[in-house]
């Protein structure tokens, strides 16, 4: 597991997020780097997104949907994965959150930040180790021990 990671997890989680924008798809891949989550897959298209939840290997414990999208949109993602697969999590983002109104669908806003996204699947997931989980900075300390060692004798 990371050192990154400040609370420690009883488990690591896939992840597959779907928005049409792949500069938003690419941005929030990226975003999950040193999570408790592992990104199996950064789509554009509910479509390719629903044939890879139903495959070995990549079939993710979560999925990360826009809401509006061309297409399938994220309400009807969301009605299939949860016919076709009753145990994944979803997770709506929309950037108009408060329009949304979907029976069993949680949806933030799509500036979320990280950290809320890990803890509202581990509230979805019934898993404190994420619910606590925060992001921690890989150095916590920026200084050498040699810039500790004089900081130390100049005190």
């Excluded at 938003?24 to 990104?39: E, K, S």
């Excluded at 108009?96 to 509230?123: C, N, Q, W, Y």
């Amino acid at each position: 597991m990371d050192d990154d990671v400040s609370m420690a997890t009883d488990r690591r989680y896939t992840l597959g997020i779907v928005d049409n924008d792949p500069l938003v798809a690419d941005f929030l891949a990226h975003g999950f780097a040193n999570t408790p989550m592992d990104v199996l897959w950064a789509l554009t298209d509910a479509g390719q997104a629903l044939t890879r939840c139903g495959q070995e290997g990549t079939h993710p414990a979560i999925v990360l949907t826009d809401i509006e999208m061309p297409g399938m949109n994220g309400r009807e993602l969301f009605h299939t994965l949860r016919e076709r697969h009753p145990e994944m999590v979803v997770i709506g983002i929309s950037a108009f959150p408060d329009l949304v109104a979907e029976p069993g669908l949680v949806v933030l806003p799509k500036e979320s930040r990280v950290e809320e996204i890990v803890r509202l699947a581990g509230m979805l997931l019934h898993d404190d180790s994420l619910t606590r989980w925060f992001p921690q900075s890989p150095h916590a300390n920026p200084l050498s021990d040699a810039e500790l060692r004089a900081l130390d004798c100049y005190a």
